[in-house]
């Protein structure tokens, strides 16, 4: 089957034959160049709807006695930022 390229703003576009359609209209495709040949894939939308499936893949014991608490830590961040690094980014005007 035949179908043309052609100019759709700065990008190219193709006509998909209603034949070959195999999303909606408004679905997202991820576009794939292997050699000479464009790969089409719908993008697969990811939802929590199996969440329950996959919370019931863990054992009734897991986690049974809560997390494990840590103190909060203090750190010393003084060496993070050189002193000679600038605080505000270089003016840029001119040059």
């Not at 019931?56 to 961040?77: I, K, L, T, V, Y």
Request: aromatic share 8%.
């Amino acid at each position: 089957m035949l179908t043309r390229v052609f100019k759709s703003g700065n990008s190219l576009a193709v006509r998909i034959p209603k034949e070959l359609g195999f999303v909606d209209a408004a679905q997202e495709l991820e576009v794939e160049r292997v050699g000479n040949t464009l790969v089409l894939r719908p993008v697969v939308q990811e939802t929590l709807a199996d969440i329950g499936d996959i919370f019931a893949m863990f054992s009734p014991s897991f986690m049974a006695q809560g997390r494990e608490f840590h103190e909060e830590q203090e750190r010393d961040w003084s060496g993070a930022i050189k002193s000679d690094t600038p605080a505000t980014a270089p003016d840029c005007k001119g040059q």
